[in-house]
Every structure is written in structure tokens, then in C-alpha cells.
């Protein structure tokens, strides 16, 4: 829940001149753009639930998926002003149906704006306002199962500084041994200020597979499906990408976007040693050394945020300290004794300072060139 997955949906937000606003500092008030001339066209297949039933798999080392849904339920909490989306704006306000709006403030036979938030109280705006938008109703929209290249997890993370630690030191984005990111599946962290969830505060698990709260049955077989699924699918590559902010920059949802722009130009590539580091917190599997999207370079402490200096080594150690004893707490739930005897070993790793080379030793790692350590 708030990972940005209807997001990805969404054109990436653009200034009023063309430009992408990378993210702000927060402590110096700085600005960072980036220039893309051209985004990518969006074929939408699938909203927050997809469907990967074995009868749909292929056997070529990818996940096969096709949409568990017949309307999308799509939140619109960061649309605040005119011009945010045009393309979903113009979706909304003229819709070829009829539409579902929910916590926006619009009276009888009105148009729906849905930057206009209905208020919980006197200058407090709904965190979760939302809209009911039919598959048949979304242009471009893909009804046939598709095979998936990249599989990404998206996390909400606070602000990072130097006087204030926390666990945003995710960079732009960064690529996962595939063993890692099924540790990152059974956390599902649901991280910072979520707009779906208003009665709790720091990082707490939304359960096994994110699902968890419509799963039935028990985590552990859950685990095992999932550590199948990724074991089953060696082709698929891993990535982590964070929303809101980058250590001490606030972003919203641009590193995904940046991310989808920049994975879906690089194709199936794989990462040439030069092009990544293993990451200070292991559990971050790998970060970019450095990123050209389209000719710009993307500054490294947008990749690498202990190099910000309003963040730091010492800061990004804490945070990263806090994010290894919220995986320690929710994994070791899963040792029982059937769990799967590779997910066992998984998990031990991670309980006993495991590194990303020891994580690529326990599933193969698709990425990454071969020179590659």
C-alpha cells in the first residue's frame, strides 16, 4: 500500500516548461531537473492486482500475468491543482461512463474534479481520495496476459538527514538478487505517511506478499509461493524503487518514473561492472554508480544517498539499521518448520549479516554482466 503501483500508470509529472522536477532539498531549497523530451507510450495491463495463475505461464523464465480486475481503484491524493495529469484529468472529467468518485467534493450533476478533495476537517484535505475507472474505459489498455521483464517493489520513504536519521536512504532505484526480493515480499514494509493508513505511525509490515490483509491460510504457505514463483522465473529482474523522498530531497513519485523511462529504454541489457555498486545497507542490494537518462546525467547522491551531504555515512548507518532490525522482527515469524528449506536459508542469511554477494550465491542473479561481483 502506497508503493506507487497505480502510479506507474500515470504519465510522469511535468514542470510547465517540459522539464521532470527530479526533487527538492529540503533543508537548502534546491531544485533539480532533468530533461526527457519524449516519455515512453503506456500500455496498461494491470492496475494493483494481477493475476499469475500457473494455466497462464509460458515456461520461458518469466512471469506471466493478465488483471485480476475489472475496474481500477485509483488514488488521487497527489493530483492537488489543475494540470498535475492532464492525461488522467482529462480521463476523469470526461469519461466515456459514467465514474465512481470517493472523498471528492463535487455536488449533483457537477463535473468531478479530482483535484478538489473533500476536507476531514477545516484545511485538512482527504489523504485517500479515489476514483473507480473501468478497464474499458482506459486508453491504450492491454486484455491479453503479458510476460513481465521487470518486477519492481515500491516502498514510501520519510526524509534522511544528518539530524534526523530514518530509513529514506533508498537511492533512485536499485536492483535486487532475486533472493533479496523475496525477503522484500515477506516485510512489505508500508512505510512512511501513507494516505491508505491513518492510525499508525513509523514502518510497519503490510504482511507476506503485500496481500496479506485478503490472503487466507497461513504466511508460511504464502512464502513458499512466492519463493517458488521467483525461483521459477530466473529471467525476471528485481528492482527497488522508492517514493517521496531520497535521503534529504523530496521527490513524490519520480525515481519510479525516472526508473520506467530509463528500464524501458536500456531493454534487457545487463549492468557492466562500472555501472553499480554493491549497496552500504545489504539489503539494498545493488545501487547505480551513475544513471544517463536521455543524456543527463542523474547526480549520484540521488543514487548513492549517503553521498548527500546533508545526510552522511553516520545518518545512512543509522537508517540502514533501522531497516535490518524491522526485517530481523518480521522474519524470523516465517521459520517454521515447513518453511522451504532455500527460504530458510534465505532468511538466515539476512538474520546473520548476510551481503549482497551472499544473497547472489543463493539465487541467480540476472543482471548483473558476469565480471560482476
Given amino acids: ?28 531549497g534546491e531544485k533539480r531537473h532533468i530533461e526527457i523530451p519524449r516519455g515512453c507510450e503506456l500500455r496498461p495491463v494491470t492496475d494493483d492486482m494481477a493475476l499469475c495463475h500457473p494455466s497462464l505461464q509460458r515456461g520461458d523464465g518469466k512471469l ?3 488483471d ?32 465512481l468518485f470517493l472523498n471528492i467534493d463535487a455536488v449533483p450533476n457537477s463535473r468531478a474534479m479530482i483535484w478538489e478533495h473533500i476536507e476531514d476537517s477545516p484545511g485538512r484535505p482527504c489523504p485517500n481520495p479515489r476514483v473507480i475507472v473501468p478497464r474499458r474505459a482506459y486508453p491504450g489498455i492491454i486484455d491479453t496476459p503479458v510476460s513481465v521483464d521487470i ?41 512512511y505517511d501513507n494516505p491508505s493508513i491513518v492510525d499508525t505511525e513509523g514502518m510497519t509490515s503490510e504482511g507476506v506478499g503485500s496481500y496479506w490483509p485478503f490472503a487466507t491460510g497461513r504466511k508460511v504457505d504464502h512464502a513458499n509461493l512466492l519463493l517458488n514463483q521467483i525461483v521459477a522465473t530466473p529471467k525476471v529482474v528485481h528492482i527497488l524503487t522508492p517514493n517521496q523522498h531520497l535521503g534529504a530531497w523530496k521527490t513524490g513519485f519520480m525515481p519510479q518514473w525516472v526508473a520506467r ?22 539489503l539494498l542490494g545493488h545501487a547505480l554508480h551513475h544513471l ?36 530481523h522482527r518480521h522474519l524470523r515469524e516465517f521459520l517454521s518448520p515447513d518453511l522451504h528449506p532455500l527460504g530458510r536459508t534465505i532468511i538466515e542469511c539476512c538474520l546473520d549479516g548476510g551481503q549482497v554477494e551472499d544473497y547472489q550465491s543463493l539465487i541467480a542473479t540476472p543482471y548483473l554482466a558476469s565480471s560482476v561481483i
Avoid at 475489472?70 to 459514467?98: C, K
Wanted: aromatic share 8%; charged share 20%; with cysteine.
Fill in 68 to 99: 485480476a480486475e475489472d475496474a481500477w481503484f485509483v488514488r488521487v491524493n497527489h493530483i492537488t491543482r489543475y494540470a498535475t495529469d492532464p492525461h488522467f484529468e482529462s480521463l476523469t472529467a470526461q469519461p466515456s461512463e459514467p465514474l
Fill in 261 to 282: 523511462e530509463y528500464l524501458a529504454r536500456r531493454g534487457v541489457a545487463k549492468f557492466k561492472p562500472d555501472q553499480v555498486r554493491p549497496a552500504r545497507c545489504p
Fill in 151 to 191: 518486477r519492481s517493489l515500491g516502498v514510501r520513504t520519510p526524509p534522511c538527514t544528518a539530524e534526523h536519521p530514518s530509513y529514506g536512504i533508498i537511492g533512485i532505484f536499485h536492483l535486487l538478487p532475486p533472493s533479496l526480493s523475496w525477503l522484500w515480499r515477506l516485510v512489505a514494509p508500508r512505510g
Fill in 292 to 327: 544517463t537518462v536521455e543524456g543527463n546525467a542523474v547526480p549520484r547522491w540521488l543514487l548513492q544517498v549517503n553521498t548527500q551531504p546533508e545526510v552522511g555515512d553516520e545518518a545512512y548507518d543509522t537508517g540502514a539499521e533501522m531497516l535490518t532490525e524491522f526485517f
Fill in 1 to 28: 500500500s502506497g508503493g506507487g503501483k497505480s502510479e506507474m500508470l500515470e504519465v510522469a509529472h511535468r514542470e510547465a516548461d517540459g522539464r521532470l522536477l527530479l526533487g527538492t532539498n529540503l533543508v537548502t
Fill in 64 to 66: 506471466t500475468v493478465t
